[in-house]
């Protein structure tokens, strides 16, 4: 059977929106306890998860992460409870339209095919 994936994209006014790597950019934070460390994770520079993270916590009603700064016990970030609540939704979400994606497309894939071997 033909797998059937699906990748959604929520947008919050024009420029603003969450999708799959944001999330697991804060899944990556939730995980390490560091920005840096998902970054690294994810093959990004800091710099571009910083950002990321800037972006999130000021499009949406409250701010997804908490930064730690640096210094003789380091300095880390935590995901707020609207950035561990965000990932659950988005997370349902795609699990929920993954499933119906199969339902209403799963006829039109095509069939695959076997190697012999």
């Known amino acids: 059977m033909t ?3 699906v990748q959604i994209r929520i947008n919050f006014n024009a420029e603003r929106a969450i999708g799959p790597g944001r999330i697991e950019l804060l899944e990556g934070v939730q995980r390490t306890g560091s920005l840096a460390q998902a970054a690294r994770g994810m093959k990004m520079s800091y ?10 916590n000021s499009c949406l009603a409250s701010p997804v992460s908490v930064a730690a700064k640096g210094g003789r016990h380091g300095g880390g970030a935590t995901l707020t409870p ?10 349902g979400f795609e699990t929920r339209m993954t499933r119906e994606s ?16």
């Open 82 to 91: 609207a950035g561990k609540a965000l990932i659950r939704a988005y997370r």
């Open 3 to 5: 797998q059937i994936s």
């Open 47 to 56: 710099r571009r998860a910083w950002q990321l993270m800037q972006s999130l």
């Open 102 to 117: 199969r339902l209403r497309f799963g006829k039109f894939a095509p069939p695959q095919s076997r190697r012999d071997g």
